[in-house]
């Protein structure tokens, strides 16, 4: 097995980011974007998600960048200030490592850290796995918003996962 670690993602990651998001984009139902993040793009949601206090982690396996997770606002407005929801990648040869669970417990700590005291998954219904994972670490399924999503000619369900941190 790899040896992987977990540590904040800094600028000079976003190109890695991009590349491990458009797999998902061009590849997978995971993602109901259908365009793909340009450097310039994952450089500034670095930069908006550290400015506002929250963050992206990224995993690495032997010392090469296999993974992110990052979080942001839920939604907008005060009242929602303590809620956050996140997203979590990784290259298809980096799962089944662990890594997912260290990027996970990354986000948590640093949103627990900064107040938050939920945090959400939108999780494709195209994605079983996804689901899987996230009730192995600890998400409850809230919600399915059916057909919100549309890609490849296909209307996707979207599932909501909440955590209480």
């Not at 990651?13 to 458009?22: E, G, L, S």
Request: hydrophobic share 45%; proline share 4%; with cysteine.
């Amino acid at each position: 097995m790899p040896e992987g670690r977990v540590r904040r993602a800094v600028a000079g990651d976003a190109a890695t980011i991009a590349a491990i998001w458009n797999i998902a984009i061009r590849e997978t139902l995971i993602t109901f974007n259908p365009v793909e993040k340009t450097v310039d793009e994952v450089q500034a949601i670095l930069s908006e998600r550290d400015a506002s206090g929250h963050a992206t982690f990224v995993a690495e396996a032997d010392g090469t960048v296999v993974g992110f997770a990052s979080y942001g606002p839920f939604r907008g407005g005060a009242g929602y200030a303590h809620t956050v929801e996140h997203s979590i990648m990784l290259a298809p040869a980096a799962r089944g490592l662990g890594l997912g669970r260290g990027l996970m417990q990354a986000i948590e700590d640093h949103a627990r850290g900064g107040g938050a005291h939920s945090i959400f998954a939108g999780v494709s219904g195209a994605n079983p796995e996804g689901r899987a994972f996230h009730a192995a670490m600890g998400y409850v399924e809230i919600a399915c918003l059916p057909e919100v999503g549309f890609k490849w000619g296909r209307w996707l369900d979207l599932y909501l996962m909440q955590k209480r941190l």
